[in-house]
């Protein structure tokens, strides 16, 4: 008010961005580099490293920091299992049994000898046979067809119709998506190295092997160093074997893969020894191996979550959902923010017929900050199962507004769902033809389709949505119930009576499948 043009005294400990500036350009390039690594701005650090390599191109803590930048900028932790694709799947000789016994294989994870198998029936099944997790991770998403024509048919993803072609294509990509930011070629040459003398170096030979590894995807240097480096070590260094087995393993090479993370976990015992040899086991499709090995490392290492966390998803694969949320349960001892254990939680809560338990679990999420379509749509269906309308509303709106490509569907189809539940069939026939429209391989949203005009007297487009439900997805037992049922109607017991063993190859235990079996071999007896 008197007219001095006062200034706000800037906060002890803060300066202005002029300062920092002038701060930077007096610092040595090497620190200043260093610092950028260690603060994670890899950008700046490769461009004040270029820098300085185009003033002396011999400068070993430059071309170290480089390296160690530009592998962090694509680094991918190779502890999570891959999604199989068609090559792997269907021209996998690694296998141990065709025909498995219970409870011993992932290929029939319904077939658990525990006794605690979830039934179709209360908690659906994905195309490859195991039950829906609360958490999608790598792996959930991806089946074992036992055939060429099966393996085509399964989708990629909820949207599209494409299947996984080759595991092995997302590294290929991801090498050369990274060799795009050099404008004047790879960083390194991998051809011009002489790999027997970065070996002998312990200071550069495990950079240039993650450059090798991460950044160019480039698995047979990769692998003549590490086991040039695992002799120059005289085979003491168990980080070297690790690598050895990393290098396998992406080759295909399991057996050989196993024999080295074997070798590196008795040299030393780490948790990534652990996963990664269970990562093995599982792509081997042997997961009481992997669950014992689990045993074995939380006994090493007791608390360790990410072992907990692979014993739970191991048996959650094998349809032994008790022992599976018991381990989850397990997690909250050590880690009660674990975003999985409580998703996998709250859907097992859910699908036990508790909403109003699971809800907790889901508003847990919500607390921590979760925000997606995915956890409002479970919010819904667990407030309209709870009998709490008008929140199951707000939060189908709140999903929709949040929704995506590959996940709007699924949306529609639960607001469909609701809808029947209320009595609305007109707006559940809209919300079913709005999950078509946003992903027209929608299996579900064909049955419930297919009833609906079943209801309305509309046989043949009935027959329609039903025989487009099969199509997609050979595993839906309710299409080929409902179809069977609607053949029996018409008076076409012959269909009729193939649909219904579909049905009852896909689910065994269900209830009026068996009974109209019966009724139709009642029907065959009296002809």
């Not at 000789?93 to 000898?113: E, M, W, Y």
């Not at 692998?223 to 080759?251: F, I, N």
């Not at 074995?296 to 907990?308: A, D, N, Q, T, W």
């Not at 119930?481 to 008076?491: A, D, F, R």
């Amino acid at each position: 008010s008197s007219g001095i043009n006062a200034e706000w005294p800037l906060r002890p400990g803060y300066f202005e961005v002029t300062e920092i500036m002038s701060i930077e350009r007096q610092m040595d390039p090497l620190f200043l580099a260093r610092s950028y690594l260690r603060r994670r701005k890899f950008e700046l650090c490769v461009e004040i490293c270029t820098k300085m390599l185009e003033k002396n191109p011999y400068d070993q803590c430059a071309w170290f920091m480089k390296a160690k930048a530009l592998t962090e900028q694509v680094y991918i932790d190779e502890v999570e299992a891959d999604d199989d694709g068609i090559a792997e799947m269907l021209m996998d000789d690694n296998s141990i049994a065709q025909v498995a016994r219970p409870g011993t294989s992932f290929k029939k994870p319904g077939t658990s000898s525990q006794g605690s198998s979830t039934s179709q029936g209360i908690r659906p099944m994905s195309q490859s046979g195991r039950p829906v997790s609360g958490f999608v991770r790598p792996g959930t998403q991806s089946s074992r067809p036992g055939t060429m024509e099966q393996a085509i048919k399964t989708p990629r993803t909820a949207h599209t119709a494409r299947p996984v072609t080759s595991a092995s294509g997302r590294y290929v990509r991801l090498g050369t998506a990274s060799m795009l930011s050099e404008p004047d070629g790879p960083f390194i040459n991998p051809a011009q190295l002489n790999l027997t003398n970065y070996a002998a170096r312990p200071g550069l030979n495990k950079v240039l092997f993650d450059y090798l590894f991460y950044h160019e995807n480039d698995i047979r240097n990769s692998l003549e160093l590490a086991a040039l480096a695992t002799q120059a070590s005289k085979y003491e260094d168990w980080w070297w074997k690790q690598q050895l087995g990393k290098c396998y393993y992406r080759l295909g090479l399991y057996r050989d893969s196993e024999k080295q993370f074997q070798s590196a976990l008795k040299q030393q015992a780490t948790v990534d020894n652990y996963l990664y040899l269970a990562k093995v086991y599982i792509k081997l499709d042997q997961p009481l191996a992997a669950l014992d090995l689990f045993e074995k490392g939380m006994e090493v290492f007791p608390g360790e979550v990410s072992l907990i966390v692979g014993s739970a998803r191991v048996h959650e694969g094998l349809s032994d959902m008790d022992t599976s949320v018991k381990f989850y349960k397990k997690v909250f001892q050590y880690d009660a923010s674990c975003v999985e254990a409580i998703a996998c939680i709250g859907t097992h809560n859910f699908y036990s017929d508790m909403p109003e338990i699971a809800l907790r679990s889901f508003r847990r999420l919500l607390q921590m900050g979760v925000n997606n379509t995915e956890l409002y749509n479970n919010i819904g269906l667990c407030c309209f199962y709870a009998q709490q309308y008008d929140m199951s509303l707000t939060c189908f709106e709140r999903a929709i507004n949040l929704g995506m490509k590959d996940n709007i569907a699924d949306v529609w189809y639960n607001v469909g769902h609701v809808a029947v539940g209320i009595g609305d069939s007109n707006l559940a026939y809209q919300a079913f033809q709005l999950a078509l429209i946003s992903d027209n391989n929608h299996a579900e949203a064909y049955t419930n389709l297919a009833v609906l005009e079943m209801r309305r007297g509309k046989v043949e487009q009935s027959r329609a949505y039903f025989l487009s439900a099969i199509s997609i997805n050979p595993e839906l037992y309710e299409a080929h119930y409902n179809l069977s049922l609607l053949s029996e109607g018409q008076g076409d017991l012959n269909t009729s009576f193939k649909e219904v063993r579909k049905s009852l190859e896909a689910f065994p235990e269900h209830v009026d499948s068996k009974n109209l079996l019966a009724q139709l071999r009642q029907y065959f007896t009296l002809l």
